[in-house]
């Protein structure tokens, strides 16, 4: 088999390009220390503002040390238990965050504004996620979503 030039040329920035892990970080915008394990995503998304105007999860989801509206904690102590494997109050049916799977987590289809939710994109009215911050949630439960 005879390869082309233009071929012979892309190959090699390809075969280069699979070796590479993309750096998460570097695309997580307002949260550029942000990794994919539970307490980073717990102390730079859940917890912090960012400099978007994006305010704390937790303004919604923590009042007075309990639960919000929805019933979804996302406190310091037991969001993790709120999160993983638990079902969505708010959607029978569906589970907030499931292991290995974050194309069915109900959690990622909130934050993006996926199809097949009940109310709104979160965080409510925005500013939302950016796609570093989405990605790095979205390695996390791909990952198995440890509570590390």
């Known amino acids: 088999m005879r390869l082309r030039p233009s071929l012979l040329c892309v190959l090699p920035l390809l075969l280069l390009s699979l070796g590479c892990d993309e750096k998460l ?4 915008g ?6 994919p394990t539970f307490s980073s995503i717990q102390s730079q998304i859940f917890a912090a503002a960012d400099a978007s105007g ?20 996302l406190g310091e102590s037991g969001s993790y238990d709120s999160l ?20 069915n987590s109900y959690l990622v289809r909130k934050l993006e ?5 009940t109310g709104v994109r979160m965080p409510f009215s925005g500013p939302y996620l950016t ?17 590390n």
């Not at 970080?25 to 997580?28: M, P, T």
């Not at 307002?30 to 990794?35: K, Q, R, Y």
């Not at 305010?55 to 979804?72: D, E, K």
């Not at 504004?113 to 939710?117: D, E, L, S």
């Open 25 to 28: 970080s570097d695309l997580a």
């Open 30 to 35: 307002p949260t550029p220390d942000l990794t």
């Open 54 to 73: 994006r305010p704390a999860c937790t303004n919604c989801h923590v009042r007075g040390g309990q639960a919000g509206a929805t019933g979804l904690f």
């Open 84 to 103: 993983v494997g638990r079902p969505a109050r708010t959607k029978a049916g569906e589970v907030l965050v499931i292991p290995g799977d974050p194309d």
């Open 113 to 117: 504004g996926g199809p097949n939710i």
């Open 131 to 147: 796609t570093g911050q989405l990605r790095i949630i979205r390695r996390w439960i791909q990952e198995g979503a440890a509570n």
